[in-house]
């Protein structure tokens, strides 16, 4: 598909520069950064939602587990500590 966009001046002479250094076109570079773009957001987007599921706080259950755990490990390294 074909598309007409404005870009500052700067940001072309750099892909000018990028599409001589890298032997394509100025359509491949774009595409490149587009493509570099949406997986960033993608990428950014799983990881709020997975903050949204496990960042809530503990439940009594998860919290006790946990000192459970560390009292565990904490028994296991004074017996043998290496």
Do not use: W
Not at 13 to 24: F, S
Not at 30 to 38: D, G, H, L, R, S
């Amino acid at each position: 598909m074909k598309t007409a966009i404005s870009v500052p001046d700067e940001i072309f002479d750099q892909v000018e520069g990028l599409t001589k250094e890298y032997g394509c076109s100025r359509s491949r570079v774009f595409t490149m950064a587009v493509e570099a773009f949406i997986e960033r957001h993608r990428a950014r987007k799983l990881l709020d939602d997975m903050n949204n599921v496990y960042g809530d706080e503990n439940t009594g259950e998860e919290t006790d587990l946990k000192k459970h755990s560390r009292s565990y490990h904490v028994r296991k390294m004074k017996k043998d500590p290496y």
